[in-house]
T-cell receptor, first 110, second 111 residues
């Protein structure tokens, strides 16, 4: 069963706008990770946030984690056409056993 | 560094055939994992290993075997292929508690 549920399933925005994706999970975690997957390719790690952290930044990416609500969000600012991809959250409950959500398909329109 | 490599990239099998998907990493990571991704879905964990000689089952292990004789290699064996195993298979490696590095995937079709 999938631990993470992502919302929305698909998101289409104009280039330059911000994109926000949400992830909810069910059990306690060690950390939560966000990955990007371009069509037909492998996954690329974006950000890892540990259970004792509330916010992390990396370039145009901002991730928040609310362990009381068992939820996380990924914000991409000033989107670009190259950001078009599927984005997945994955929870690590230990021993590197990642449980993935079904992903958000993001389309950036020029 | 080559990172995580997988072979083959594509494979077509007939029902009942067996085969091995190869995975290797050159980053000296102790953790390695196999996932499958079905259309429109996230990844699901098949088997994982926390070090040479140690393997364990993930969420969907039935029909698959693994072994870990070296730190570098983590092959996945399909014992008797079934159409339900048609999927894209990803191998990943990592250090404990850190992000995983994924291979490019093997696209498997079972007819």
């Amino acid at each position: 069963s999938q631990q993470g549920e992502e919302d929305p399933q698909a998101l289409s925005i104009q280039e330059g706008e911000n994109a926000t994706m949400n992830c909810s999970y069910k059990t306690s975690i060690n950390n939560l990770q966000w990955y990007r997957q371009n069509s037909g390719r492998g996954l690329v790690h974006l950000i890892l946030i540990r259970s004792n952290e509330r916010e992390k930044h990396s370039g145009r990416l901002r991730v928040t984690l609310d362990t009381s609500k068992k939820s996380s969000s990924l914000l991409i600012t000033a989107s670009r056409a190259a950001d078009t991809a599927s984005y997945f959250c994955a929870t690590d409950r230990g021993a590197q056993k990642l449980v993935f959500g079904q992903g958000t398909r993001l389309t950036i329109n020029p | 560094n080559a990172g995580v490599t997988q072979t083959p990239k594509f494979q077509v099998l007939k029902t009942g055939q067996s085969m091995t998907l190869q995975c290797a990493q050159d980053m000296n990571h102790e953790y390695m994992s196999w996932y499958r991704q079905d259309p429109g879905m996230g990844l699901r964990l098949i088997h994982y290993s926390v070090g040479a000689g140690i393997t364990d089952q993930g969420e969907v292990p039935n029909g698959y075997n693994v072994s870990r004789s070296t730190t570098e290699d983590f092959p996945l064996r399909l014992l008797s292929a079934a159409p339900s195993q048609t999927s894209v298979y990803f191998c990943a490696s990592s250090y404990a508690g850190n992000e995983q590095y994924f291979g490019p995937g093997t696209r498997l079709t079972v007819t």
